[in-house]
């Protein structure tokens, strides 16, 4: 069993690698990108597409990127939400390139990985440190999903239950009041300006 599991997310993260490189994207984090460029495309592509953009800063070196990239991989509902509302576009941060002109533009980053939502205009919509995500050695579907959730421009979202059995439509404020205990890093961006 797993040994299935770890099949099935290599292939869901190689269709997220493909996505990725299909739409001229980054797949992994690479100290070489033009990261203002990419950001920029994913920017264009999501206001083409009516989604918001999640920027999301690491590196290689970074073990809770890799946990995030399998995690995403390996939850279906997550993966469904992100490929419906949002386009996703890894910023590398490492001693070899440190993007400083790019992360300048927004809140300073207490810790890797983290997500900043964009509008289609490029314009900063949330900033989500992923340590409020995190649940013991991985991380929560719950509050992965509300951030999500909270985060995209449509008012709900389609929850499943855990076997996939049953849909029902929550709006995005009923999921939030279902993780109350998630602190937003919406409210404190002005605390963590540069």
Known sequence: MKRARRLLAAVALLATS??????????????????????????????????????DVGGQWC???????RFIASHRE?????????????????????????????PRIAGYPHLFVLDG?????????????????????GRVLAFLCRASAQATCSRTSGDGSSARRT???????SVAALPSATARLRDHRS
């Open 78 to 106: 997550v993966r469904a939400l992100i490929d419906a509302r949002y386009v996703w576009v890894k910023v590398n941060y490492s001693k070899e390139n440190r993007n400083e002109a790019l992360l300048s533009r927004w």
């Open 18 to 55: 493909v996505a990725a490189c299909a739409a001229g994207l980054p797949a992994q984090f690479d100290p070489s990108r033009d990261a203002a460029a990419d950001v920029a495309h994913a920017a264009a592509l999501a206001k083409a597409q009516g989604k918001r953009v999640i920027v």
């Open 63 to 69: 073990a809770w990127c890799r946990i995030l990239d």
């Open 171 to 177: 709006s995005a404020s009923t999921i939030d009041a």
């Open 121 to 141: 205009s490029g314009a900063l919509v949330h900033s989500q440190d992923t340590g409020e995500l995190e649940s013991g050695k991985g991380y929560d579907e």
